[in-house]
């Protein structure tokens, strides 16, 4: 099976700009956010039954989710949360699996926030977290989404610590540099754990060979 690479990384620690640089290397991505939006999509069994359970208010005009609707009424009601985690965690995992399966590269990245905090690192065969000073995720994040300070620092308190992210690290980047001035040495890291990653790959198909 293809050689898993977990990426992970607080909210706004770079993830989606590093794993670009491997997609840019003909890396396959798999990525969390994405397949979360997949299993809800239009049309989808889980979408029925988020309407079942909340009302057809759920929904936008155009019939899709109204993610931010649904936010709001989970924010507050942890019973809600809670019934909505348990819909939709094992079917964005056997989502996942499904594609980690399909793949037939050498190695793919597996693009997660909440990797350590979903217990989805015993997908992961590597671990390569992002890494950044707290104050700056701070500024990129609030910046990027155009959100207060505290809604990001809340998102941060809800991830675990950058201590914790790093224990589980088997490689990390640390992206504290403005790309102007840090992009060619993070470029030059990317390119070097590609090698490393190849190899990796190399070595663990050549000992499932053996095994079999
Ligand atoms: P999230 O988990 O919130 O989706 P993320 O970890 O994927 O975030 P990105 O979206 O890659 O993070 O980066 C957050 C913001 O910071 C983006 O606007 C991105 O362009 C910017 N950014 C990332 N790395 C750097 C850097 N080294 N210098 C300057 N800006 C950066």
């Known amino acids: 099976m293809t050689y898993v690479v977990g990426l992970t990384g607080g909210i706004g620690s770079g993830k989606t700009t590093i794993a670009n640089l491997f997609a840019e290397l003909g890396v396959p991505l798999i990525d969390a956010d994405i397949v979360a939006r997949q299993v809800v999509a239009k049309g989808s069994p889980l979408l029925d039954k988020i ?88 500024e990129r994040a609030s910046k990027r989404d155009q959100n207060k300070i505290e809604i990001i620092k809340n998102i941060m308190a809800s991830q675990v610590s950058r201590a914790e992210r790093l224990r589980y690290a088997d490689d990390v980047i640390e992206n504290n540099m403005p790309l102007e001035q840090g992009g060619e040495k993070i470029k030059m890291q990317v390119s070097e754990l590609h090698q490393h990653y190849l190899e990796l790959a190399k070595s663990k198909e050549s000992q499932c060979q053996k095994s079999s």
């Open 51 to 138: 309407v079942e359970h909340f009302g057809v208010d759920i929904l936008a005009e155009n019939g899709s989710l109204d993610r931010a609707r649904l936010r709001q009424i989970i924010f507050n009601q942890s019973q809600e949360k809670h019934w909505l985690n348990n819909l939709l965690h094992p079917a964005i995992r056997q989502e996942m699996l499904q594609q980690i399966q399909q793949c037939s590269a050498p190695y793919l990245l597996f693009v997660v926030p909440l990797l350590i905090e979903n217990n989805l690192i015993e997908i992961c065969d590597r671990v390569l977290v992002i890494d950044v000073d707290a104050s700056i995720q701070l």
